[in-house]
């Protein structure tokens, strides 16, 4: 399979403070799915990007798909203490998801 | 909750042991994938069922085998346990095996090889 790669690995904020994390395949994806991870759970489905350049909305997260299907991005706006948890974007390859190493966000009250 | 169950949620094996890990899918899902977390890291994909057949599999060796029942059950064995096997196995379901289908994960099962 692929090979997506995110950064940052660690991200430290204040609460209100933005955070993105970043995902960079050096191929061009089918499509991309975000995943959310808290402290000892499992991972929960965000959201999927298929089109190019596509820009996704939930709340204070904004999703970015790159024009060229090789790069995406998250965003949060004025975080707070409930988005604690590591962020993981993932390649899907026919419904087998690789994921990459993730982006842990501690937000700072 | 994603309707996703596993069991054992926990449980510790010595080296060369075998296990056996399980997972009970979202109802009407035909699709069972499993996946290894190690600490710190995203899950990594190791195989995946469709309609009781493996349908891809990931890096992993052949010690690390599967079965998919009728009611789309799943199990994961590992055998000849070796210390690195220690992590969170984690099982998710979909509706489909296509692309673009959303995949539901349980919520793990913790293996500790001492």
């Known amino acids: 399979g692929q090979q997506v790669m995110q950064i940052p690995q660690y991200q430290h904020v204040q609460e209100g403070e933005d955070f993105t994390t970043y995902c960079n395949s050096s191929t061009t994806l089918s499509n991309i799915q975000w995943y959310k991870q808290r402290p000892g759970g499992h991972p929960v489905f965000l959201i999927q990007?298929?089109?190019?350049?596509e820009v996704k909305k939930q709340k204070r997260l904004t999703f970015q798909f790159g024009e060229a299907k090789k790069n995406s991005s998250l965003h949060i706006t004025a975080t707070q203490t409930t988005d604690v948890g590591t962020y993981f974007c993932a390649e899907d390859n026919f419904n087998k998801f690789y994921f990459g190493s993730g982006t842990k966000l501690n937000v700072k009250p | 909750e994603t309707g996703v169950t596993q069991s054992p949620t926990h449980l510790i094996k010595t080296r060369g042991q075998q296990v056996t890990l399980r997972c009970s899918s979202q109802s009407g899902h035909n699709t069972v994938s499993w996946y290894q977390q190690a600490l710190g890291q995203g899950p990594q994909f190791i195989f995946q069922?469709?309609?009781?057949?493996?349908?891809g599999r990931g890096n992993f060796p052949p010690r690390f085998s599967g079965l998919q029942f009728p009611n789309y059950s799943s199990e994961l064995n590992v055998n000849a346990l070796e210390l690195d096997d220690s992590a969170l196995y984690l099982c998710?379901?979909?509706?489909?095996?296509?692309?673009?289908?959303?995949?539901?994960f349980g919520e793990g099962s913790w293996l500790t090889v001492v």
């Open positions: 990007l298929v089109k190019s350049g």
């Open positions: 998710a379901s979909s509706l489909d095996r296509g692309p673009g289908n959303t995949i539901y």
């Open positions: 069922y469709y309609r009781e057949e493996e349908n």
